[in-house]
């Protein structure tokens, strides 16, 4: 599913979960904006962890516009989606 920000794809069915990954590449910037955009992804999932599923292992594909989204817009974005699954 696709959010403003990132793509999310989720794997049901998995063990020894939640598991979660993050993908951003070059195209949203430099390293130093790819690391705040991975950065502020995964701290929105770490708030939001006890609403994801044991069973489930997701991917975050990060688009360009993450580049320069606020972290609350990102986190916002993150609830949207987690709340989908």
């Not at 993908?23 to 910037?29: A, E, H, M, R, T």
């Not at 069973?55 to 991917?59: A, F, M």
């Not at 993450?66 to 699954?85: H, R």
């Given at each position: 599913?696709?959010?403003?920000?990132?793509?999310?794809?989720v794997?049901?069915?998995?063990?020894?979960?939640?598991k979660?990954?993050?993908?951003?590449?070059?195209?949203?910037?430099?390293s130093?904006?790819?690391?705040?955009?991975?950065?502020?992804?995964?701290e929105?999932v770490?708030?939001?962890?006890l609403s994801?599923?044991k069973?489930?292992?997701?991917?975050f594909?990060?688009?360009?516009?993450?580049?320069?989204?606020?972290?609350?817009?990102?986190?916002?974005?993150?609830?949207?989606?987690?709340?989908?699954?």
């Open positions: 599913m696709s959010e403003r920000y990132f793509k999310l794809v794997k049901k069915g998995m063990v020894n979960g939640p979660v990954g993050f993908i951003v590449s070059s195209k949203v910037g430099k130093v904006i790819r690391n705040k955009v991975k950065r502020a992804l995964s929105s770490q708030r939001n962890l994801i599923s069973d489930n292992h997701l991917i594909i990060a688009f360009p516009q993450a580049s320069s989204a606020k972290k609350d817009e990102i986190e916002i974005s993150v609830k949207k989606a987690l709340s989908k699954i």
